[in-house]
């Protein structure tokens, strides 16, 4: 039985596993497959990058603090983060991946760099 590419339909030649009959054929193939969630999935990491990216740049030192409004000012969006933490004295801390901050009094944030072993 003879193997066709499985996006454009041409024989195959070489491996007997091979799927593609090249890089471009298997991307397009792919892509085609995920275009309805990537788009989706592509401006949710936009955000969660951005709003890390804000911390981090406000957190030099691992640990900083700040007024919402500054946040809000750069384009942090709160609806969106990677993980929640709460602490066994009963803070809630909200993670864009290893930067994350807690909701202080009058408008403040406490912001926090989490370094967990590779």
């Given at each position: 039985m003879e193997?066709?590419?499985l996006y454009c339909g041409e024989k195959l030649v070489g491996r007997i596993d091979k799927k593609f009959c090249s890089d471009q054929c298997r991307t397009t193939?792919?892509?085609q497959i995920n275009k309805d969630t990537s788009n989706y999935m592509r401006r949710i990491n936009y955000i969660l990058r951005k709003n890390r990216r804000i911390l981090a740049e406000l957190n030099p030192d691992g640990k900083?603090?700040?007024?919402k409004d500054t946040l809000l000012n750069r384009g942090f969006n709160f609806k969106f983060?990677?993980?929640?933490y709460k602490t066994k004295t009963g803070n809630t801390y909200f993670f864009n991946y290893d930067q994350g901050y807690m909701m202080l009094d009058h408008g403040y944030i406490m912001i926090v760099s989490r370094m967990e072993p590779v």
């Open positions: 193997n066709l590419c193939y792919y892509n900083a603090k700040t007024h983060f990677t993980n929640v």
